[in-house]
């Protein structure tokens, strides 16, 4: 069933018919309301990386933060520039 559902979103021209298609198709494999055999994935997030840039650091680029400590975990190895 979700092949065939996935080739007629494949094979449709419009662009909005094509949007409206994959967007069903989505629901398919995200949630069990179509089908109860239908969950394929498991919606999952990622906690975003923050990054920071100064032309004022001379020393140790700013690193994306490794855990919850926050975007600045090496703190201590920047240097201030002139």
Known sequence: EF???SAECDSTVDDA?????????DKYV???AVD???LVVMPIT???SF???????SQAGV????GR???????ADFMLAG
């Open 3 to 5: 092949d065939a559902k």
């Open 17 to 25: 018919e094509r949007a409206a298609c994959y967007n069903e198709l």
């Open 30 to 32: 995200t949630t069990l």
């Open 36 to 38: 109860s055999n239908g």
């Open 46 to 48: 990622q906690k975003p």
């Open 51 to 57: 990054y920071g840039y100064t032309s004022a650091l």
């Open 63 to 66: 690193a994306p933060d490794a």
């Open 69 to 75: 400590a926050g975007p600045l975990t090496n703190v």
